[in-house]
Nanobody, 111 residues
């Protein structure tokens, strides 16, 4: 059974940075594609970034250039670093693996 636990969210001022983590159990993050999605209030879920099992990464246009998705195989964890945070980055961030979802971590960007 796959379990995913996101962490690292919080309240941050515009221009700040956060490093979100997705700790997996029951499946290796190195053998699957891992996706980060986000859902802002009143909006649908948006794909933010993907790291493939071969290490290929993809980012949505809204975070490209200021975000890095990475994988720690030893910890079976995927990280999402977002820099220069903007109010429009405010959302609940979820990771997914093998069609399983975590509970999400709230990111709020506000002064």
């Amino acid at each position: 059974q796959v379990q995913l636990v996101e962490s690292g969210g919080g309240l941050v001022q515009p221009g700040g940075s956060l490093r979100l983590s997705c700790a997996a159990s029951g499946r290796s993050v190195s053998s699957e594609n891992v996706h980060w999605y986000r859902q802002a209030p009143g909006k649908g879920r948006e794909l933010v970034a993907v790291i493939g099992h071969l290490g290929t990464t993809l980012y949505c246009d809204s975070v490209k250039g200021r975000s890095t998705i990475s994988r720690d195989n030893a910890a079976n964890t995927v990280h999402l670093q977002i820099n220069n945070l903007k109010p429009e980055d405010t959302a609940i961030y979820y990771c997914t693996l093998n069609m399983c979802w975590g509970q999400g971590t709230q990111v709020t960007v506000s002064s």
